[in-house]
T-cell receptor
Framework: GQQVMQIPQYQHVQEGEDFTTYCNSSTTLSNIQWYKQRPGGHPVFLIQLVKSGEVKKQKRLTFQFGEAKKNSSLHITATQTTDVGTYFCAGPIRGGADGLTFGKGTHLIIQP | SQTIHQWPATLVQPVGSPLSLECTVEGTSNPNLYWYRQAAGRGLQLLFYSVGIGQISSEVPQNLSASRPQDRQFILSSKKLLLSDSGFYLC????????????FGQGTRLTVV
């Protein structure tokens, strides 16, 4: 079945360092979405990428969608303690009618 | 604006007992509804989804079932809980399947003892 793979599973950084998580799909995606889940919380939507090669920025966060629409990345510049949490990428199941399939997430741990 | 309510927030149930988790959405009509399970420190596993009243699709075989008795109500049930049913259960909704943003409820942390 369709899979969305995400690496790394865990990432420890010092506060102020950069962070990147990578997402790869076994199939071409019509769109890819990113979510953030704070410890003890629920996933919250961050962004959706639709176009091949698309790059979007939200303050210190930069999201990229690959040219082949099979991979994506999230880069955080100069991490802050508020960035702690798990970052998930998600792509449509079977073209989208059945919702999203999520990667296993990258847990971002920040050491002050 | 749209809101999603999920309850209870936490639940401790003995093995073999029944389960009923409820989720309701306000402020939208005919949403797609989903139940996900998240094991500790793990990803989100899609359990059930529904595109309309009485329409339920299951992604994985399991000890659970789902029902959608009303347009904006989604219920997750079990007749007899297993230890392996422990986890964090999340209800979610969206408007356009995998093409639109998903909104999650606060989640229910279920511990089967």
């Amino acid at each position: 079945g369709q899979q969305v793979m995400q690496i790394p599973q865990y990432q420890h950084v010092q506060e102020g360092e950069d962070f990147t998580t990578y997402c790869n799909s076994s199939t071409t995606l019509s769109n890819i979405q990113w979510y953030k889940q704070r410890p003890g919380g629920h996933p919250v939507f961050l962004i959706q990428l639709v176009k091949s090669g698309e790059v979007k920025k939200q303050k210190r966060l930069t999201f990229q969608f690959g040219e082949a629409k099979k991979n994506s990345s999230l880069h955080i510049t100069a991490t802050q303690t508020t960035d702690v949490g798990t970052y998930f990428c998600a792509g449509p199941i079977r073209g989208g009618a059945d919702g999203l399939t999520f990667g296993k997430g990258t847990h971002l741990i920040i050491q002050p | 604006s749209q809101t999603i309510h999920q309850w209870p927030a936490t639940l401790v149930q003995p093995v073999g007992s029944p389960l009923s988790l409820e989720c309701t959405v306000e402020g939208t009509s005919n949403p797609n509804l989903y139940w996900y399970r998240q094991a500790a420190g793990r990803g989100l596993q899609l359990l059930f989804y529904s595109v309309g009243i009485g329409q339920i699709s299951s992604e994985v075989p399991q000890n659970l079932s789902a029902s959608r008795p009303q347009d904006r109500q989604f219920i997750l049930s079990s007749k007899k809980l297993l230890l392996s049913d422990s986890g964090f259960y999340l209800c979610a909704w969206d408007e356009q399947g995998g093409w639109s943003e998903a909104f999650f409820g606060q989640g229910t942390r279920l511990t089967v003892v």
